[in-house]
Structures are given as C-alpha cells and as structure tokens.
C-alpha cells in the first residue's frame, strides 16, 4: 500500500507491471515487460463458492482497497467496481507457504529464486504470503535481519520471518528478544544437522527452548542426528558411493526419527510448544503422533516432495536428473509418502509447506564427485497448491475445507495472523485464490515461473487447477498471466504467544504443586 500510495503521489498515472505468460522461453527469467492501468481498487467476486477452514457457502465476494468489505448471497455494484464471475469454482484464501529459502547463501552458493522471482512464482501458483527463514551474519541475529530486509525490497507479494539461530550466548538471548518485541519475529529455528556449519548441541537447543518459552516465540527444529549423518556420510565416501543415492543412504529414517523424538522430549522438559518443520519419514511422523497423543503441544509439518515422491530418483543413472531431488532430510522410500498424506488427513501433521530451496543443474553439479557437497533443496512454491488439491482432495483423503486449513488456515493460526490472513471474512486482506476443479495442470520447467532450469515434478498432471490469484486486492494471475511488480510486497509482522501458548502458564504451575519438593528435613544433631 505505502508504495501504490508513494507512486500516486508522484502523479504518475501507469505502474509498470512485468507481464509473465505461462508459455515463458525455458530461460524463464522475467524479461517480457509492458503496461498496465492501475488496478481497480473495487472488485467484485460473484457467484463462487467460498470456502473457509470450517464452513463454505455460495456468496459474492467484495473487495475494497485491499481489504474484504463484504460477504453476502447478492451484491449490487457500480460500473467502477471489477467484476469476476467465479460462477462453479472454489472461492478461497490464498495460501501460505510456511517453509522457504529465497536468496538464500548456502553450501558455497545461493539459491537462484530471489524475493521478486520466487515470489511472482509462488502468485502463479496460488500462494499469497510466505515465510523465510532468515540465517544469522556471523551469528548476528541483526545483521541477518538487515541483510534480509534489504533483499525483500524487491518483493511482490507479502512476507513475514522466521530466524535460525545458531550459536548461543547472551548476545544473541538478547537480540532474540528484539526480534520478538521490535522487529515481528515470533519463531525461532534450531539446525539438529548440518555439522560443521548450521548445526547445534543440545545444550544450546534447552537454552533456546527455554529463551523462546519466555517470549511467547514459537521453537522449531530442522530434525536430523547431524553427528550420526556425518558418520553416515564418511561410511558412503569409504564404500566408494559418491553419487546422489549416497546422500539418502548417509542419513536414513531413523536418524530423522531419533532427533524428532529429542527434540519433542527437550521441549516437554521445557514445557514450551514445538514445530517440527519438513517431517519427511514415518519414524519421524510416529514421534509426533505420539506426543500429540499424550497432550504435547507439537506441530508436524510435511512438504510437498515428501507427500508426492520417493527416493527412487536418486538412483537415476542420469546425474542431472538424480542431484535435482536431493534434499534434507531425504525423500524417502515408498511408502513413506503414503503414511504422510494418511497422517494429513488424520490430523496427526498440521499443514503442509514446501522447504523451496532454488538450486540449478549447473550448483548441483558442484557435487558431482562428492553427494556431499550437492546443495540441498527442491522446489515447490508454485507447486504446493496443485499438489495437495491433486493429491489429497481429488483422492477423498481431505476435504475442500480440509485443504483450506492445511494449505492456508492453520498457518496463519500457528503464527498468530488470523484472520487477518487465511480466512475469507470481512475485514481479512483480500488475499484470495478461485480455484476450478473441473480444469486440469501441468507442471514443466518450460513454464514454470521459478528461475530454476529443473523440476522435481516434471510432466506430473493433475485435477483442480487455479484460475486466479488476488494478492491485497490485486488481480496478480488470470489467463495464464502474471501481472507483477517489484516493491509491492509487504512484511508481515507476526505477534508472539499464538494458541499455541494458551494453558502453558497453568501447566507449569500444575507441575510445581506436584512436586512435594523440597522436603522440610530435621538438621543432624552431630
């Protein structure tokens, strides 16, 4: 808003938008520029049927400035107003995408969707906020948020942060605290893996689990032994496998399960709630379904990949083809990805995001000799929404509204921004995808809108395809065209103590009236 505004107030009377069209060169970088009016800032959406995370209905639609003015069965509007026949089609919030790295540093490179790309990525393909992970400078966590607020200047659709932290001292317990209070970050991230580089003890995991406890921040772990995969991977190299199977042969299920299941146990010590991000095994899966079980406040959180692909891929002959699917944790064997979307459905996993983590052929060449130095990462921002429609509502494992809360709701709830994101209600953004069941999707490297030259997903079909995507208001993507500009992005600021927290306070005062400690004992008369 402040930059339509700032643009008005020049004078101008046309923003430069750069038009994508799905049918992009396989180069797929954004260079076809042209014109467009400003756009209305009155839309009417008529006709569809919106659909929420516990209720949908046949309704209109009316937007104003951004925001949801009003839902009813019939609205009369002026010729100023926009008008969208969503007539038979889903009308509903657009998605949030947990769990992303946009230029995003890592193992001696970066990845290659940026904020703009990875973002008007993302709008083609229904998602309408996400949230990075921001990675500390030298352990600063200021510096890391300084280096990521000036590289979402360029964004095009809303943001909000995430922090990895990654040492441990009281310079970094107090900046932490800045960046709950001042700066709208309510979730911190602890690498269990990653040895030698992003990876943390459990020392400084209570510590953090503790600090976040006390700011009403939400814990998160990336859940892997890193100790045991370094062994892992040292036994794959005197095996002699170098290739890409050799990454999911190092880091097996049961390292993924182990650490999940420490984590949940430290953060019961604690007593503070936990999410577990790309949970990617069913040993993994298990862990949390049982601390759920007991009353364990745990958030599980599965990715596309490892909903819809198995590790099959990493023994292609091909090298290309093989390093293009390795991640962390690994996509795992068949079977897993069944117990997975099973577990969605049940409510044993909460939501689904995606980990996109942009590599190219030419970076994932960089191991070629040595799986260990493969960088890490997949995509699936444009993806995601297709992808649990195709795969879990199609199939009548979830509901329509099931898929609204899984793909959109639930997040915005876990990270304390419902309704303002995440539902279709007046007064919420007017962040809105129309969805038609009836129509069908291809996935391609040649037209997707990522900068990336492979897919993981290539030439997968599917049922439900979306038609629209409205981002604050603005029409972004319709006929297969994506209407964007740099700068127009928002950061969301996220407040700490979600429901998560609600009860926490009394558990804990319940624990210490149990104790009968300490115990009033006579003094030794010697």
């Given at each position: 808003m402040g930059f339509t505004l700032h643009i008005l107030?020049?004078?101008?009377?046309?923003?430069?938008?750069?038009?994508l069209s799905a049918s992009l060169s396989q180069?797929?970088?954004?260079?076809?520029?042209?014109?467009?009016?400003?756009?209305?800032?009155?839309?009417?959406?008529?006709?569809?049927?919106i659909v929420n995370a516990h209720h949908q209905?046949?309704?209109?639609?009316?937007?104003?400035?951004?925001?949801?003015?009003?839902?009813?069965p019939t609205i009369t509007v002026g010729d100023e107003v926009t008008v969208i026949d969503a007539t038979g089609k889903f009308v509903m919030p657009g998605g949030i995408d947990p769990h992303t790295h946009l230029e995003f540093e890592f193992m001696d490179t970066a990845t290659v969707d940026d904020f703009f790309s990875g973002q008007a990525a993302a709008l083609a393909g229904g998602t309408t906020m996400h949230i990075d992970f921001v990675i500390p400078l030298k352990g600063s966590l200021t510096a890391g948020f300084e280096a990521y607020e000036k590289k979402a200047k360029k964004s095009c659709m809303d943001y909000g942060f995430h922090m990895a932290i990654t040492k441990w001292d009281e310079t970094v317990s107090r900046e932490m605290e800045l960046m709950v209070k001042e700066k709208g970050i309510n979730s911190f991230k602890f690498f269990m893996a990653y040895k030698g580089a992003l990876m943390i003890n459990d020392e400084l995991l209570l510590e953090g689990f503790k600090k976040c406890k006390s700011l009403g921040a939400l814990a998160m772990v990336h859940a892997e032994n890193g100790d045991a995969v370094y062994e892992g991977q040292k036994k794959m190299i005197e095996l002699g496998i170098t290739g890409p199977e050799g990454h999911a042969l190092s880091r097996p299920a049961v390292l993924e399960g182990e650490a999940t299941a420490r984590a949940i146990h430290l953060a019961d010590f604690v007593n503070t709630p936990l999410y577990v991000v790309h949970v990617m095994s069913i040993d993994a899966m298990e862990e949390i379904a049982k601390a759920r079980k007991s009353g364990q406040r745990v958030i599980g959180e599965p990715v596309a990949?490892?909903?819809?692909?198995?590790?099959?891929?990493?023994?292609h002959p091909d090298f290309e083809t093989a390093a293009k699917y390795v991640m962390s944790p690994p996509i795992r064997k068949r079977g897993h990805d069944k117990a997975l979307q099973a577990a969605l459905s049940t409510g044993v996993l909460q939501l689904v995001g995606t980990d996109h983590c942009a590599f190219n052929s030419t970076q994932k060449a960089l191991g070629i000799d040595d799986f260990r130095k493969i960088p890490n990462g997949v995509n699936g921002i444009e993806e995601r929404m297709h992808l649990v429609w195709d795969t879990m509502v199609?199939?009548?494992?979830?509901?329509?509204?099931?898929?609204?809360?899984l793909t959109s709701t639930e997040c915005a709830r876990i990270f304390n921004i419902y309704p303002r994101k995440g539902a279709?209600?007046?007064?919420?953004?007017?962040?809105?995808?129309?969805?038609?069941?009836?129509?069908?999707?291809?996935?391609t490297a040649k037209s997707h809108h990522s900068r990336l030259d492979t897919n993981v997903y290539e030439g997968r079909r599917g049922k439900g395809k979306i038609e629209v995507t409205i981002a604050r208001g603005r029409v972004v993507w319709e006929n297969n065209e994506l209407k964007v500009a740099p700068g127009t992005g928002r950061y969301i600021k996220m407040p700490p103590f979600s429901y998560l927290f609600d009860g926490i306070d009394k558990k804990d005062a319940f624990y210490l009236n149990s104790l009968q400690a300490p115990v009033k004992r006579a003094k030794s008369s010697t």
């Open positions: 107030s020049l004078s101008l009377t046309l923003t430069f938008f750069i038009t180069s797929n970088q954004f260079c076809d520029a042209g014109t467009e009016g400003v756009p209305s800032s009155k839309l009417l959406i008529k006709g569809g049927t209905q046949v309704a209109d639609v009316y937007v104003e400035d951004g925001i949801i003015v009003a839902i009813n990949s490892g909903l819809v692909l198995d590790e099959s891929w990493l023994w199609e199939s009548g494992q979830i509901s329509v509204t099931d898929y609204v809360r279709i209600l007046p007064g919420s953004d007017a962040d809105i995808i129309i969805l038609n069941p009836n129509s069908n999707f291809e996935i």
